[in-house]
């Protein structure tokens, strides 16, 4: 395949290990932010394959692991009601609110639907002018300006039948997050590529200047991301922190201007809870005042609902790289793949999920990192 | 009072021709005896069938039967490169081959929808009499039964089958042994990206086509060069080949090391896949076999595969160790390891 291939290529792969193991002392502390990474570092066993001076610390990037318990218990209340089509991307439809999940809602009747885009939902809600079609906006900066050009839509085409229940999350807040915890362990960032695709690099200038911390704009294919990990070493070992970018193929300094003018007109900044984490100011986008008849929150009558995280379940420390899944009391207990107690046992790139399946391999397993 | 005018009158004689599924199709009546003597002898056309009556006596030179059963529901009803029908066919003459047995007889029962148009039904059921013929094997019972409208997706077919297993043929899911080398017979992923492109109308450049199959001849090469070489065989249709892969992982007591590099994938189910965030060895197949064999007749299995157009893209795709048995493992692109885990349920599309 052009232009992908080029970035899976094992003798490549070679040369820049071979790069990473001469440059790292270490030990070095590296989160990977974004669940994409995450997902193509377990898919292509880049964590196995990395000396032992570093360790991959799988980071709160996931949209689908950080989604807060309240407002999945809210979407499952959405989708219940009678009349409603509720849509969403295919992976939240697994991830267990208190009782439930939207599998469990749709084959109890519930109209829950998988889409692609926000723009199947839109014309859904156009072919369905009797009912209410509702759209799960969840996602970081990468989902929202479709996210917020289908809000727009909405308005422009006069489809008052239609509605977003947003939750949407920024990874600079996460990050700051991150290094705030106490007995944060995490010395270096690799920024997610497509987040930057949209913002660009220079939310990432002050958050170096602050804390010391390399950050490495990086992407997904597995060359891309041992390159990240290559220059955040580097600059580890050199003692510097600075914004760099390993992705330059895809991201431009000031990202996509037309996007962001998009989200600016439909989202404003807001206090954002996370999964496992708790509230992060700042931490997220909802829709502003302007668009209020579009927000699912606002037209259906949730606003009752109020959930607390499962306190036995340590996911937010498993995101903050502060404890490893297999410390965590729960896990492989009371907590499995098969009846997850958070999602990062739900998703199969979740942390936890990825070190229950290690354990699989008996008593002579692969040594793994993460 | 005026009186009847007889000229006026109307006789509600039933319609002779109808072109589309009533339920009256499902009666057991005339309409009921019109739609297999216009739709389905001709398509299947053999003597078993022929017999017409409760149940089809065929003659049995002995031996051991294998026997198996599916029920297809399958939205669209037709799809690149096939339809429900030929799908319906394939898919138990391949559940037949992979035990090593050479498909005889099958029936098909016939859940229709009303409305369903009988040009439609007379495709369907043309496909499933050529896939038979294909393998060689005689459809001679049916069913029929007629829902109402909004109460089915047009047709569901469930078929059922038996077939002949040779003497010496000892084929299973637990069969597999250390030092067992693993053959796919092709590119994966293809019938499932098939019916994802035109039940969600996704476009990817070019069309991707079901490798809907049948592999009871392919079996049967097999097993003529390596009649005890062949220990597990088993077509990776929902889950894909992870999904069959730990099967007999699992039956075996035996670990799996794939190469991932190895496996075949073609460049538009891999852009699909990459695309929609799925895993194309979790991706159904319906024409594709996966084989465990003996390491010393494995360059002779391979070859006589590759001889036939069905598995003309065969490839080892691993072996079979003593090691964590129960877990298949990746060597990845690479050369990282991962575990290959069976799909849970439905395949989602990740967001990220």
């Known amino acids: ?370 | 009072m005026t009186g009847i005018d007889p000229s006026s009158w109307s006789c509600p004689a039933p319609i002779g021709r109808r072109s589309t599924v009533v339920m009256g199709h499902g009666g057991g009546g005339r309409l009921s005896a019109e739609l297999v003597a216009e739709v389905f002898l001709p398509a299947f056309a053999n003597p078993g069938l022929d017999q017409l009556a409760d149940s089809a006596v065929m003659p049995f030179a002995g031996g051991r039967l294998a026997m198996s059963t599916d029920s297809y529901v399958v939205r669209p009803l037709f799809f690149p490169g096939g339809n429900i029908g030929d799908l319906a066919v394939n898919g138990t003459v391949n559940d037949l081959a992979m035990s090593g047995a050479r498909p005889l007889y099958l029936s098909a029962a016939f859940v229709l929808e009303e409305g369903l148009d009988i040009g439609t039904l007379g495709l369907i059921a043309g496909s499933m009499g050529a896939a038979a013929q294909a393998a060689g094997a005689q459809l001679i019972t049916g069913d029929t039964k007629v829902v109402d409208q909004g109460r089915g997706d047009g047709v569901y077919i469930t078929t059922a089958g038996v077939g002949l297993v040779p003497d010496g043929v000892e084929v299973s899911p637990s069969g597999a042994r250390p030092g067992d080398v693993v053959i796919v017979s092709g590119t994966i992923g293809s019938h499932g990206v098939a019916i994802l492109s035109v039940r969600e109308g996704l476009e990817f450049g070019t069309v991707v086509e079901t490798d809907s199959a049948p592999l009871n001849g392919l079996v049967d090469a097999m097993l003529a060069v390596a009649p005890a070489g062949v220990h597990a065989l088993r077509d990776p249709t929902r889950g894909g080949l992870a999904a069959t892969v730990n099967e007999i992982a699992g039956a075996s007591a035996v670990g799996v090391v794939l190469e991932e590099r190895s496996i075949p994938v073609s460049p538009e189910v891999a852009a699909a896949c990459g695309f929609l965030g799925l895993d194309p060895l979790e991706v159904a197949n319906e024409g594709r076999l996966v084989a465990f064999v003996a390491p010393e007749v494995a360059d002779d299995v391979l070859a006589v595969m590759r001889d036939l157009a069905v598995a003309s893209g065969a490839a080892v795709v691993g072996r079979v160790v003593a090691d964590h048995p129960g877990v298949v493992v990746a060597r990845t692109g690479i050369g990282g390891t991962r575990i290959v885990d069976v799909p849970l349920g439905e395949q989602l599309p990740r967001i990220c």
């Open chain 1, 1 to 370: 395949m052009k232009y992908l291939d080029e970035f899976r290529d094992p003798d490549l792969a070679k040369r820049l290990l071979a790069e990473i193991r001469q440059v790292t002392t270490g030990p070095w502390a590296v989160m990977e932010v974004c669940g994409g990474q995450t997902h193509s570092i377990i898919r292509n066993g880049i964590d196995q394959l990395l000396p032992d001076g570093i360790e991959l610390v799988h980071g709160p990037g996931c949209p689908v692991c950080v989604t807060p318990l309240e407002i999945i218990d809210k979407a499952l209340a959405i989708a219940a009601r009678p009349g409603t089509i509720f849509c969403s991307f295919g992976d939240m439809l697994r991830v267990p609110g208190s009782d439930k999940d939207l599998f469990q809602v749709r084959s109890e009747g519930g109209d829950v639907r998988v889409v692609y885009s926000p723009l199947d939902a839109l014309a859904l809600a156009a072919d369905n002018p009797d009912r209410e079609v509702v759209f799960f906006g969840i996602g970081f900066e990468t989902t929202a300006p479709a996210n917020a050009m289908t809000v727009h839509e909405a308005r422009r085409r006069g489809l008052p039948n239609f509605s977003m229940l947003v939750s949407h999350v920024l990874v600079p807040p996460a990050i700051t997050a991150v290094l705030a915890a106490p007995g944060c362990r995490v010395q270096g960032f690799l920024a997610a590529g497509h987040v930057c695709a949209v913002m660009g690099t220079a939310e990432y200038e002050p958050l170096v200047r602050e804390h010391g911390v390399p950050v490495v704009v990086t992407g997904f294919e597995p060359l891309d991301v041992l390159e990240g990990i290559r220059r955040a070493v580097v600059q580890l070992e050199a003692g510097r922190a600075e914004v760099e970018n390993a992705y330059a193929r895809v991201v431009r300094p000031d990202g996509n201007p037309v996007a962001r003018a998009m989200i600016d007109q439909v989202f404003e900044v807001c206090d954002r809870a996370w999964r496992g984490i708790g509230t992060i100011p700042a931490s997220g986008w909802r829709l502003t005042d302007d668009y209020l008849e579009f927000d699912a929150e606002h037209r259906f009558d949730v606003g009752h609902i109020r959930t607390a995280e499962p306190s036995r379940c340590r996911a937010g420390e498993v995101l903050q790289g502060l404890i490893k899944p297999n410390e965590c009391e729960a896990f492989g207990e009371a907590c499995t793949p098969r009846s997850p107690l958070g999602a990062t046992m739900v998703s199969s790139e979740g942390a936890c999920a990825a070190y229950f399946q290690y354990r699989r391999l008996g008593p002579t397993p692969v040594e793994i990192r993460r």
